[in-house]
T-cell receptor
Framework: SQQGEEDPQALSIQEGENATMNCSYK?????LQWYRQNSGRGLVHLILIRSNEREKHSGRLRVTLDTSKKSSSLLITASRAADTASYFC????????????FGTGTRLTIIP | DADVTQTPRNRITKTGKRIMLECSQT?????MYWYRQDPGLGLRLIYYSFDVKDINKGEISDGYSVSRQAQAKFSLSLESAIPNQTALYFC????????????FGPGTRLTVL
């Protein structure tokens, strides 16, 4: 089963609004990453946050990490129609297993 | 040109056929991965390779095999395709364990009838 679970599964907002997506994971991690996938296409890396970091910014993206709750959130500010995509979190375990475990994704729709 | 390419992009085949999906990369990365994506299930790891001589099973390797022909090439084979292997297949690469950002190919949509 997937370690990561995103919430909500689907989100629709008006252009210009902020979008927040959440991710939970089950085991201790080295880092957590967020990826975007446009419909039927490959995933594109957005941002990586390490286990010793609590918040990270990249452009209109803000990621937080709470290791005590084993959760992360992705905030997209001032959303644009081009942000319409599916967003996945992926966690890298720190148990010597270096693979990424992907969540089930949040489908974000930006309404113009 | 794309850094990670996959061929074919779409394939329809019949139950019992042997299928090979190919992945090539120009990023110079040692690590390569094969995932499958099913609706509502996210990505699941099939096989991964940390270098040409190091190949490892992922969480769903049954019914699949791989070959790492060179640093740049990693192929996935379905020995005898079955309908529940219908999915979107992605190849990915990464540089090393400390910057484990993965770079994905465009995907292969496989349909097994």
């Amino acid at each position: 089963s997937q370690q990561g679970e995103e919430d909500p599964q689907a989100l629709s907002i008006q252009e210009g609004e902020n979008a927040t997506m959440n991710c939970s994971y089950k085991t201790s991690i080295n880092n957590l990453q967020w990826y975007r996938q446009n419909s039927g296409r490959g995933l594109v890396h957005l941002i990586l946050i390490r286990s010793n970091e609590r918040e990270k910014h990249s452009g209109r993206l803000r990621v937080t990490l709470d290791t005590s709750k084993k959760s992360s959130s992705l905030l997209i500010t001032a959303s644009r129609a081009a942000d319409t995509a599916s967003y996945f979190c992926a966690s890298q375990s720190n148990f010597g297993n270096e693979k990424l475990t992907f969540g089930t994704g949040t489908r974000l729709t930006i309404i113009p | 040109d794309a850094d990670v390419t996959q061929t074919p992009r779409n394939r329809i085949t019949k139950t019992g056929k042997r299928i090979m999906l190919e992945c090539s990369q120009t990023k110079g990365h040692d690590r390569m991965y094969w995932y499958r994506q099913d609706p509502g299930l996210g990505l699941r790891l099939i096989y991964y390779s940390f270098d040409v001589k190091d190949i490892n099973k992922g969480e769903i390797s049954d019914g699949y095999s791989v070959s790492r022909q060179a640093q740049a090439k990693f192929s996935l084979s379905l020995e005898s395709a079955i309908p529940n292997q219908t999915a979107l297949y992605f190849c990915a690469t990464s540089r090393d364990r400390f910057t484990d950002t993965q770079y994905f190919g465009p995907g292969t949509r496989l349909t097994v009838l």
